[in-house]
């Protein structure tokens, strides 16, 4: 079953263009390669530009979680230096 996976990260003050360069150099592209991802786009907010949205389509639930591999402990620890707070997420089932 395909599902959307949306989520949202907000930088910490001033780190804005920090997070938007991890996202586009690490976060799409381990999604790009990742078995079973589809899609995924990315959004900064007009009106608070330290709050970003990424919509990422998978084939299946697991096939989302198993990508998280493709994401290094180094690579963590320096985006958990950029946000303001942990990032929520949720699941969709996609309709049409």
Avoid at 26 to 52: H, K, L, M, W
Wanted: glycine share 6%.
């Amino acid at each position: 079953m395909t599902v959307a996976r949306i989520g949202e990260m907000v930088a910490q003050s001033g780190k804005e263009d920090a997070l938007r360069s991890f996202i586009e150099r690490v976060i799409v592209p381990a999604i790009e390669v990742a078995d079973g991802g589809q899609a995924c786009q990315v959004y900064q907010n007009q009106s608070d530009p330290t709050r970003f949205m990424i919509v990422e389509v998978w084939d299946s639930l697991e096939a989302h979680q198993a990508s998280v591999k493709n994401i290094t402990a180094e690579e963590i620890a320096e985006i958990k230096t950029l946000l303001a707070d942990m990032p929520p997420g949720a699941y969709f089932t996609v309709i049409n």
